[in-house]
């Protein structure tokens, strides 16, 4: 059981490059969500999904993008790389009525 | 929205002392309210959660309180130990979904 599966583990960018961050999870988890995390500023949600085909914004939405075409991927783009946007990026999958899974984090630099 | 804020933001303590963390929600609704440990460099892993119809929940040396009433849950760590040094985060949810994380707290346990 392979649970929140990010990937990749290390990404650099250079400024308005675009990229997709990988989340697939394997326990028939409905809600999935992405995080950034930033020194001193916690886990902030960037948006989430409750099903196949339904997403939604979250706190930091901005120059993300989303998709859910099935209940294990959730892939996040970024489209158009800027350097506020390097940070740690988690995944994380909940089964409605458990705690939140992560993902092992994805650490990106923008230059 | 929700807003989750954790204080202190830095803690040391000596080893076998006790730890106390607290976090403050706004939601009166929020429901469910999960207690992450991150060491450095890993995902953040649930240690303790609590829900809204349990005033205090406690594991061996771990123990959390919520007082819905004043909207503030806390962490309670006894007989600390160097491999509790980490990053805590508090979190507050409705339903399991849609997590609100505070900015973390971390932990150093000197030997």
């Known amino acids: 059981n392979a649970g929140v599966t990010q990937t990749p583990k290390f990404q650099v960018l250079k400024t308005g490059q675009s990229m997709t961050l990988q989340c697939a999870q394997d326990?028939?988890?409905?809600?999935m969500s992405w995080y950034r995390q930033d020194p001193g500023m916690g886990l902030r949600l960037i948006h989430y999904s409750v099903g196949a085909g339904i997403t939604d914004q979250g706190e930091v939405p901005n120059g993300y993008n989303v998709s859910r075409s099935t209940t294990e991927d959730f892939p996040l783009r970024l489209l158009s790389a800027a350097p506020s946007q390097t940070s740690v990026y988690f995944c994380?999958?909940?089964?409605?009525?458990?705690?939140?899974?992560f993902g092992q984090g994805t650490r990106l630099t923008v230059v | 929205g929700e807003n989750v804020e954790q204080h202190p933001s830095t803690l040391s303590v000596q080893e076998g002392d006790s730890a106390v963390i607290k976090c403050t929600y706004s939601?009166?609704?929020?429901?469910?309210f999960p207690w992450y440990k991150q060491e450095l460099g890993k995902r953040p892993q649930l240690i303790i959660d609590i829900r809204s119809n349990v005033g205090e929940k406690k594991d061996q040396r771990i123990a959390v309180t919520l007082n819905k009433t004043a909207k503030h849950f806390s962490l309670h760590i006894t007989e600390t130990q160097p491999e509790d040094s980490a990053v805590y985060f508090c979190?507050?949810?409705?339903?399991?979904?849609?997590?609100?994380f505070g900015s973390g707290t971390k932990l150093n346990v000197k030997p």
């Open positions: 979190a507050a949810a409705y339903n399991f979904n849609k997590f609100y």
């Open positions: 326990m028939n988890h409905e809600y």
């Open positions: 994380a999958s909940t089964g409605g009525k458990t705690e939140a899974f």
């Open positions: 939601d009166s609704a929020s429901n469910y």
